[in-house]
């Protein structure tokens, strides 16, 4: 059973528009989030996070959104470039105990900004 | 080095070898995860090492998978009488100490195992 979702395997958005990236949970145990963004033949890279205690955090073009209560996140990237076309994946992160952390991934969302 | 270094970048083998993949951690960090992202999928935890405290081997899928961290540094998973479900590309990362940091993990570039 995924406990972290991305139900949407891609997305299309122009230059220049918003591009909304959804991610839904089911466990409550988590207490931080993190998007990761993935370019072909890379690593994912770290992209923003944001604690269970808040609902908004912001960072330039990205933010992320937390709603606990519907258990659902989601990244805006204002305006979106080219650049940003990549694959996206939303991970949770929940205590394994003794100061250790484990990350859950969501499948991805690609992102296709079309010049 | 400054960032996670995996080795090779891409291996092919033939079904039932046995194949060795490497990862270098970040200088410093003392927590390692393997993950393995196969077509179309998110990444599928398969173990984590913290410190000197024995692994977590809880997401590997088989006992033909394996894995050690020697002196803390570097890891190495070993597959035996690899099959072609096997194939995916195989990432590797490491987190520092200290407070949310922790949370944050930061990869290598993967090694893409095709198994033929």
């Known amino acids: 059973d995924q406990q972290v979702k991305q139900n949407s395997p891609s997305l299309s958005v122009q230059e220049g528009r918003i591009s909304i990236l959804n991610c839904d949970y089911t466990?409550?145990?988590?207490?931080?989030f993190l998007w990761y963004k993935k370019y072909p033949a890379e690593g994912p890279t770290f992209l923003i996070s944001?604690?269970?205690?808040?609902d908004k955090n912001e960072d330039g073009r990205f933010t992320v959104f937390l709603n606990k209560s519907a258990k659902h996140l989601s990244l805006h990237i204002v305006p979106s470039q080219p650049g940003d076309s990549a694959v996206y994946f939303c991970?949770?992160?929940?205590?394994?105990?003794?100061?250790?952390?484990?990350?859950?991934f969501g499948k991805g969302t690609k992102l296709s900004v079309i010049p | 080095g400054a960032g996670v270094s995996q080795s090779p970048s891409n291996k092919v083998t033939e079904k039932g070898k046995d194949v060795e993949l490497r990862c270098d951690p970040i200088?410093?960090?003392?927590?390692l995860y393997w993950y393995r992202q196969s077509l179309g999928q998110g990444l599928e935890f398969l173990i984590y090492?913290?410190?000197?405290?024995?692994?977590?081997k809880s997401g590997l899928p088989s006992d033909r998978f394996s894995a050690e961290r020697t002196g803390g540094s570097v890891s190495t998973l070993t597959i035996q009488r690899t099959q072609q479900e096997d194939s995916a590309v195989y990432l590797c990362?490491?987190?520092?100490?200290?407070?949310?940091?922790?949370?944050?993990?930061?990869f290598g570039a993967g090694t893409r195992l095709s198994v033929l």
């Open positions: 990362a490491s987190t520092p100490s200290g407070g949310l940091a922790k949370n944050i993990q930061y």
């Open positions: 466990n409550s145990m988590f207490d931080y």
């Open positions: 944001i604690s269970s205690i808040k």
């Open positions: 991970a949770a992160s929940s205590s394994r105990g003794a100061g250790s952390y484990q990350l859950t």
């Open positions: 200088s410093g960090h003392t927590a």
């Open positions: 090492f913290q410190g000197n405290s024995a692994p977590d």
